[in-house]
Each structure stands twice: as C-alpha cells, then as structure tokens.
Nanobody, 115 residues
Framework: QVQLVESGGGLVQAGGSLRLSCAASGSIFSINAMGWYRQAPGKQRELVATVNRGGSTNYAGSVKGRFTISRDNAKDTVFLQMNSLKPEDTAVYYC?????????WGQGTQVTVSS
C-alpha cells in the first residue's frame, strides 16, 4: 500500500501561482506513475498531469503551458507548479499513484482562484 499526503492548496487571485506537493510513503518502491487529478463542484474528476518513473509527462490540454509536474524520486514526492491560474482551475486537487498491486489517492487539497 502507498499513502499520499498533499499540501500547498489555497486561495489565489487570477493570474497568480501555487505549488502543490504530494509526499508518498509505504511501498514506494513499487510506484510507477504519479500525478494530479482535480474535481470541481458538480463535475467529474479529471486528469491534470502525470509523470512516470522515467520522467515522461502528460498534461490535460487546459493546463498545458501553465502547469508543470515534476517528481523527486529520492524524496518520493511529486509537485505541481501552477502558474497563470484561472477561476476555472478552482477545484479539489488529488494526488494519485499507480503501482504494481493497485493505486492510491490522497485526501485532496482545495485550490480556489478568485477573479
């Protein structure tokens, strides 16, 4: 099992920046991909960005060029740098890890972007 703890959410004005962090613990040796999803009120959870152990990344079209995902394998942590934030980025952001025997989700962190 892998446990994930997110931090770094908050309230920011449109055009501002936030950095989310997600620390993994437990069976971290088995983690392949890590990433971020988000869920806005009344909407389905959607992929934001992922990064695999080799460093290959994937982004949702709506955040490409504004968000950057990175991974520190030595610290078992994944980061999401969010720049040029828009009100439509407001959501609960969830960290995700996929590993050999399954997957895990963090508890979520609220990101609110005011106009």
């Amino acid at each position: 099992q892998v446990q994930l703890v997110e931090s770094g959410g908050g309230l920011v004005q449109a055009g501002g920046s936030l950095r989310l962090s997600c620390a993994a613990s437990g069976s971290i040796f088995s983690i392949n991909a890590m990433g971020w999803y988000r869920q806005a009120p009344g909407k389905q959870r959607e992929l934001v960005a992922t990064v695999n152990r080799g460093g290959s990344t994937n982004y949702a079209g709506s955040v490409k060029g504004r968000f950057t995902i990175s991974r520190d394998n030595a610290k078992d942590t994944v980061f999401l740098q969010m720049n040029s934030l828009k009100p439509e980025d407001t959501a609960v952001y969830y960290c995700y890890a996929a590993y050999i025997t399954g997957s895990s989700w963090g508890q979520g962190t609220q990101v609110t972007v005011s106009s």
